[in-house]
Nanobody, 116 residues
Framework: QVQVVESGGGLVQPGGSLRLSCAAS????????KAWYRQAPGKQRELVAT???????NYADSVKGRFTISRDNAKNTVYLQMNSLKPEDTAVYYC??????????WGQGTQVTVSS
């Protein structure tokens, strides 16, 4: 069983920045597709950003130009750099690792609150 642990959430003012981290306990971290999702109160979980094993990235339209997903295979960690944060970015952010149709793992989530 792969353990996935997010960190880095918190309270930030509009226009501020946060960097989320997601560490995974797997020796084949580099082979997984990694993704960040978020879920705001009363809303469905939505895909924020993905990065493939070949480092191709994709973003939701709502975060393009503001968020950047990256990974450090040596540290088994994927990051989400969030800049120019808006109140509508407030949500619980979840890390997801997927290995084709064979396996998918979720973290417990980290709260991000954007408020003045």
């Amino acid at each position: 069983q792969v353990q996935v642990v997010e960190s880095g959430g918190g309270l930030v003012q509009p226009g501020g920045s946060l960097r989320l981290s997601c560490a995974a306990s797997t020796s084949i971290f580099r082979l997984y597709e990694k993704a960040w999702y978020r879920q705001a109160p009363g809303k469905q979980r939505e895909l924020v950003a993905t990065i493939t094993s070949g480092d191709n990235t994709n973003y939701a339209d709502s975060v393009k130009g503001r968020f950047t997903i990256s990974r450090d295979n040596a540290k088994n960690t994927v990051y989400l750099q969030m800049n120019s944060l808006k109140p509508e970015d407030t949500a619980v952010y979840y890390c997801n690792l997927k290995y084709g149709s064979l396996a998918t793992y979720w973290g417990q989530g980290t709260q991000v609150t954007v408020s003045s």
